[in-house]
């Protein structure tokens, strides 16, 4: 569940006594359950444990997986339907004509032909090699960084298309930081992290010591790379400063960036970009390109070309032979996240697969996997959270009117995805080839590269999705002021029909409502009903607004998932926002539903409705992690951990605290003074 950044009329059913099964994990339904519950916890001191122990003392991490949670089981349940799929399509009878059966079968294929990689080494990324070593000029580095980039290989900085965050209505191509292989600029610049940066250096020279280079050549191309890529991260913002929109968007022209970084020879790396006609630019962080500017200026041609080599072998690794993929999954995946054996090729194969020919994979499977009752349920329910929000925003104490009143035209003009695209993206000129698997990836994102590029000063499409339909997440977009659900996350133990309406509204409902929440949360409340970025706000209810996420911010601070290491409020405020809105949001709309007789107020396991749906909600949060894993997210990730996204909400919340009979001063209860209401 996420923001997007520069992005069923299934008949009433008795309820069911919730059970997990004995069935294999991939084969497991992960609904709700009273099982999981350790009902030996006390609900007003750990919530979390009281609702989830059970599961969490049964569920160790898997040997392949960094982290195990209720999103990854359904994903690998998602994705056994998905391997279903690809095989069948991949030994389907091949027409003349590509379809998007063939196309993501013949992908399978190449991906899972390990013989053919092996036989291949490393000729796949030969010719892009030959071109970097043959760079003698500034103009041949840019050049051959521009090439890199039109295929999805990553280096230096980002390029972006997406609309204009302050003219929503056409496409604008954005310039943003970038270039580095570790997971963010505090890997390189933290004490902390010193073990890593030693073992990312030993990383680097294996893997080109596997290209063929000597070992003191390997070994120096490897400080090369470290060099570099610290300098790049000393001049790259912090992941809270990244979430400031306004700060983030300085439109220029191409003219003024040439005269102010003209080491760049933006004029050549744009024309062979395809946006040499683009009338301006978004730059996310200027800072950054100047930094950028005066590397290319300090360092020598001969050190740009280790450092592009390694960006093409870095992101080239996992798909090449097995030993340059073992020592990739060794560093990044071992090292990095704590995960002691690499996923099955059929696993990585089909992220793969989705990733490069997502909606072609995706029509298939939501003929499959998700039928037009679905999708009618789920608007149902998205029309129910939508009645509570904007009856909400009328009632909202703190709020003047001219500012509700610009906060409602807001919300009338939310829009909503659910399931998948109306209209499908069409493949037939990207080219599959079953012994080209490398080849492939590239020609996928190229063509995906292109699509977008050329649509810069173009009005926007807002039929587009920023998520393929097998996907578990949501997401809300600031600049087209919609929200939106794939096939993916539409399944227990999210949206159940099988399950009782108090756990439905913990699930699929409070998901619902956090999207929703978006839009008003600090970030989404900086765009205006057209998705402008523009402040819309009366400045004392600006301010009024400011202390109440300050108040989010201090409480999510003082979680502590590791000793000494605290969750990082301001990274993770939006979406602690959006948690504690959607809770709020879903509670009320199943009270209405038990006020009118729609949803009995009867027990099930023991448990009243309100209770269910708090444990409910608990559960989709279910999640262990390891501890390399877990401070990776702690450092990049503006979700907080599972844990804390469980209990930060409720223990704001009277309805929880009268459910479970959590008295003042208990742990699960917040003060008053201390106490977080926004929405």
């Given at each position: 569940?996420?923001?997007?950044?520069?992005?069923?009329?299934?008949?009433?059913?008795?309820?069911?006594?919730?059970?997990?099964?004995?069935?294999?994990?991939?084969?497991?339904?992960?609904?709700?359950?009273?099982?999981?519950?350790?009902?030996?916890?006390?609900p007003?001191?750990?919530?979390?444990?009281?609702?989830?122990?059970?599961?969490?003392d049964?569920?160790?991490?898997?040997?392949?997986?960094?982290?195990?949670?209720?999103?990854?089981?359904?994903?690998?349940?998602?994705?056994?339907?998905?391997?279903?799929?690809?095989?069948?399509?991949?030994?389907?009878?091949?027409?003349?004509?590509?379809?998007?059966?063939?196309?993501v079968?013949?992908?399978?294929?190449?991906?899972?032909?390990?013989?053919?990689?092996?036989?291949?080494?490393?000729?796949?990324?030969?010719?892009?090699?030959?071109?970097?070593?043959?760079?003698?000029?500034?103009?041949?580095?840019?050049?051959?960084?521009?090439?890199?980039?039109?295929?999805g290989?990553?280096?230096?900085?980002r390029?972006?298309?997406?609309?204009?965050?302050?003219?929503?209505?056409?496409?604008?191509?954005y310039?943003m930081?970038?270039?580095?292989?570790?997971?963010?600029?505090?890997?390189?610049?933290?004490r902390?992290?010193?073990?890593v940066?030693?073992?990312?250096?030993?990383?680097?020279?294996?893997?080109?010591?596997l290209?063929?280079?000597?070992?003191?050549?390997?070994?120096?191309?490897?400080?090369?790379?470290l060099?570099?890529?610290?300098e790049?991260?000393?001049?790259?913002?912090?992941?809270?400063a990244?979430?400031?929109?306004?700060?983030?968007?300085?439109?220029?022209?191409?003219?003024?960036?040439?005269?102010?970084?003209?080491s760049?020879?933006?004029?050549?790396?744009?024309t062979?970009?395809?946006?040499?006609?683009?009338?301006?630019?978004?730059?996310?962080?200027?800072?950054?390109?100047?930094?950028?500017?005066?590397?290319?200026?300090t360092?020598s041609?001969?050190?740009?070309?280790?450092?592009?080599?390694?960006?093409?072998?870095?992101?080239?690794?996992?798909?090449?032979?097995?030993?340059?993929?073992?020592e990739?999954?060794?560093?990044?995946?071992?090292?990095?996240?704590?995960?002691?054996?690499?996923?099955?090729?059929?696993?990585?194969?089909?992220?793969?697969?989705?990733?490069?020919?997502?909606?072609?994979?995706?029509?298939?499977?939501v003929?499959?996997?998700?039928?037009?009752?679905?999708?009618q349920?789920?608007?149902?329910?998205?029309?129910?959270?939508?009645?509570?929000?904007?009856?909400?925003?009328e009632?909202?104490?703190?709020?003047t009117?001219?500012?509700?009143?610009?906060?409602?035209?807001?919300?009338?003009?939310?829009?909503?995805?659910?399931?998948?695209?109306?209209?499908?993206r069409?493949?037939?000129r990207v080219r599959?080839?079953?012994?080209?698997?490398?080849?492939?990836?590239?020609?996928?994102?190229?063509?995906?590269?292109?699509?977008?590029?050329?649509?810069?000063?173009?009005?926007?499409?807002r039929?587009?999705?920023?998520?393929?339909?097998?996907?578990?997440?949501?997401?809300?977009d600031?600049?087209?002021?919609?929200?939106?659900?794939?096939?993916?996350?539409?399944?227990?133990?999210?949206?159940?029909?099988?399950?009782?309406?108090?756990?439905?509204?913990?699930?699929?409902?409070?998901?619902?409502?956090?999207?929703?929440?978006?839009?008003?949360?600090?970030?989404?409340?900086?765009?205006?009903?057209?998705?402008?970025?523009?402040?819309?706000?009366?400045?004392?209810?600006?301010?009024?607004?400011?202390?109440?996420?300050?108040?989010?911010?201090?409480q999510?601070?003082?979680?502590?998932?590791?000793p000494?290491?605290?969750?990082?409020g301001?990274?993770?405020?939006?979406?602690?926002i959006?948690?504690?809105?959607?809770?709020?949001?879903?509670?009320?709309?199943?009270q209405?539903?038990?006020?009118?007789?729609?949803?009995?107020?009867?027990?099930?396991?023991?448990?009243?409705?309100?209770?269910?749906?708090?444990?409910?909600?608990?559960?989709?949060?279910?999640?262990?992690?390891?501890?390399?894993?877990?401070?990776?997210?702690?450092?990049?990730?503006?979700?907080?951990?599972?844990?804390?996204?469980?209990?930060?909400?409720?223990?704001?919340?009277?309805?929880?605290?009268?459910?479970?009979?959590?008295?003042?001063?208990?742990?699960?209860?917040r003060?008053?003074?201390?106490?977080?209401?926004?929405?």
């Open positions: 569940m996420a923001t997007r950044t520069p992005p069923t009329a299934v008949p009433p059913r008795a309820p069911e006594r919730s059970s997990p099964t004995s069935a294999p994990p991939h084969d497991r339904v992960p609904r709700f359950s009273a099982d999981y519950m350790d009902r030996s916890a006390d007003s001191k750990d919530f979390y444990r009281f609702a989830t122990g059970q599961w969490l049964r569920n160790p991490v898997p040997a392949d997986k960094s982290r195990w949670s209720a999103f990854d089981e359904l994903f690998e349940r998602n994705l056994q339907q998905v391997r279903g799929i690809l095989e069948q399509a991949s030994s389907g009878r091949r027409g003349s004509a590509p379809t998007p059966r063939t196309q079968g013949d992908f399978f294929a190449s991906a899972m032909d390990a013989a053919q990689r092996e036989k291949l080494a490393f000729r796949p990324i030969a010719r892009e090699s030959e071109r970097i070593r043959a760079i003698s000029s500034t103009r041949d580095l840019v050049s051959a960084l521009a090439e890199l980039h039109r295929q290989i990553p280096g230096l900085f390029t972006a298309v997406a609309p204009d965050e302050k003219n929503s209505s056409i496409y604008a191509l310039l930081q970038g270039g580095l292989s570790l997971p963010d600029r505090d890997y390189y610049l933290k902390e992290f010193v073990p940066r030693r073992a990312y250096l030993a990383h680097i020279s294996k893997s080109f010591g290209w063929g280079e000597p070992r003191a050549r390997a070994t120096a191309a490897a400080r090369t790379v060099r570099i890529e610290t790049l991260a000393k001049a790259s913002r912090s992941r809270s990244l979430r400031d929109p306004e700060r983030n968007y300085n439109r220029t022209t191409p003219q003024e960036l040439i005269g102010r970084n003209p760049l020879r933006w004029k050549e790396y744009l062979m970009r395809g946006a040499g006609k683009a009338p301006y630019l978004v730059v996310g962080q200027p800072e950054f390109f100047d930094a950028v500017h005066r590397a290319l200026r360092h041609i001969a050190e740009w070309k280790v450092y592009l080599r390694w960006r093409l072998l870095h992101a080239s690794a996992p798909h090449l032979h097995a030993a340059v993929d073992a990739d999954f060794d560093f990044f995946h071992r090292r990095l996240l704590g995960q002691e054996r690499p996923e099955p090729d059929w696993k990585r194969a089909a992220m793969v697969v989705d990733e490069g020919l997502g909606e072609a994979l995706g029509r298939i499977y003929q499959r996997y998700f039928p037009p009752a679905a999708r349920r789920m608007a149902e329910l998205v029309k129910d959270l939508r009645e509570v929000f904007r009856q909400r925003l009632r909202v104490p703190w709020m009117e001219e500012t509700r009143r610009r906060a409602r035209v807001k919300f009338d003009r939310f829009t909503t995805k659910i399931g998948h695209p109306e209209r499908f069409d493949y037939s599959i080839s079953r012994r080209d698997y490398l080849g492939n990836i590239r020609r996928a994102a190229a063509f995906e590269i292109q699509r977008m590029i050329v649509r810069v000063g173009m009005p926007v499409d039929s587009e999705w920023q998520m393929t339909p097998p996907t578990v997440n949501a997401y809300f600031p600049t087209l002021n919609e929200i939106v659900f794939p096939a993916g996350i539409l399944q227990p133990p999210f949206f159940d029909p099988a399950m009782d309406d108090a756990v439905n509204y913990g699930g699929i409902g409070v998901v619902i409502g956090h999207e929703i929440t978006h839009g008003y949360d600090d970030q989404g409340r900086k765009y205006d009903a057209d998705g402008n970025m523009r402040d819309w706000w009366d400045a004392a209810d600006s301010a009024e607004f400011q202390h109440r996420a300050q108040r989010i911010i201090d999510y601070g003082e979680f502590e998932p590791l000494g290491t605290h969750v990082n301001e990274l993770t405020a939006g979406e602690n959006a948690d504690l809105g959607g809770v709020g949001i879903a509670y009320e709309a199943l209405r539903r038990i006020a009118d007789g729609r949803t009995p107020d009867v027990k099930i396991d023991g448990l009243t409705p309100v209770q269910r749906f708090f444990i409910s909600y608990a559960q989709i949060w279910r999640s262990n992690v390891r501890e390399a894993e877990l401070r990776r997210r702690l450092t990049i990730d503006p979700h907080s951990p599972g844990r804390f996204r469980a209990i930060g909400p409720v223990s704001n919340l009277p309805e929880f605290w009268g459910a479970f009979g959590v008295a003042p001063g208990a742990p699960m209860r003060p008053d003074d201390r106490r977080v209401a926004i929405w």
